[in-house]
T-cell receptor, first 113, second 115 residues
Framework: EAGVTQSPTHLIKTRGQQATLRCSPISGHTSVYWYQQALGLGLQFLLWYDEGEERNRGNFPPRFSGRQFPNYSSELNVNALELEDSALYLC????????????FGPGTRLLVL | AQSVTQPDIHITVSEGASLELRCNYSYGATPYLFWYVQSPGQGLQLLLKYFSGDTLVQGIKGFEAEFKRSQSSFNLRKPSVHWSDAAEYFCAVGARTGTASKLTFGTGTRLQVTL
């Protein structure tokens, strides 16, 4: 069974640009979580999508947004990129009947120059 | 709000030695507790989890953790460390209320293994 996949693995952007990160869940998983792992700040919860709806968001500005598609894959968009957005962005998913256990993808490393 | 403290930023042990990584949590009720491991440049792999029942839980790669409610702790242990265990380890607490399931992570403990 394939695990959680994320693309691209690396992304380089400049300040002010937009970044789009993608996540495909494990088959049968319906919820997607996004986390930011920035140097010195640890893992911070960003967003949670379930059944196509945004269910919860962390303490991040509105320029961080996303969506979940009918096939449960998800996209994270970061607008007006700032230098401090440079981080590893991790996606995690869980099954509908097993919401407590999240399985993580390998992450997308975003570098903002 | 829940929180997790991992007091050791960096630990170095010799291969074959025992290991204990500390984790303390703050949560209003009995939490879901997790340990994840992250190798350099990789995502997080679930080592083990505690939901209820037996307070000593076994995980993958020979790891175990013990939930101690009185100490609000969930320390990770391994009797004999292998060089391949060198990585960063994260303790996390999950909310139990409603449908919210976001995880709150500690800041991580980086494990170095000397040969």
């Amino acid at each position: 069974e394939a695990g959680v996949t994320q693309s691209p693995t690396h992304l380089i952007k400049t300040r002010g640009q937009q970044a789009t990160l993608r996540c495909s869940p494990i088959s049968g998983h319906t919820s997607v979580y996004w986390y930011q792992q920035a140097l010195g700040l640890g893992l911070q919860f960003l967003l949670w999508y379930d059944e196509g709806e945004e269910r919860n968001r962390g303490n991040f500005p509105p320029r961080f947004s996303g969506r979940q598609f009918p096939n449960y894959s998800s996209e994270l968009n970061v607008n007006a990129l700032e230098l401090e957005d440079s981080a590893l962005y991790l996606c995690a998913t869980h099954a509908w009947g097993n919401r407590e256990t999240q399985y993580f993808g390998p992450g997308t490393r975003l570098l903002v120059l | 709000a829940q929180s997790v403290t991992q007091p050791d930023i960096h630990i170095t042990v010799s291969e074959g030695a025992s290991l204990e990584l500390r984790c303390n949590y703050s949560y209003g009720a009995t939490p879901y507790l997790f340990w994840y491991v992250q190798s350099p440049g990789q995502g997080l792999q679930l080592l083990l989890k505690y939901f209820s029942g037996d307070t000593l839980v076994q995980g993958i790669k020979g790891f175990e953790a013990e939930f101690k409610r009185s100490q609000s702790s969930f320390n990770l242990r391994k009797p004999s460390v292998h060089w391949s265990d060198a990585a960063e380890y994260f303790c996390a607490v999950g909310a139990r209320t409603g449908t919210a399931s976001k995880l709150t992570f500690g800041t991580g403990t980086r494990l170095q293994v000397t040969l």
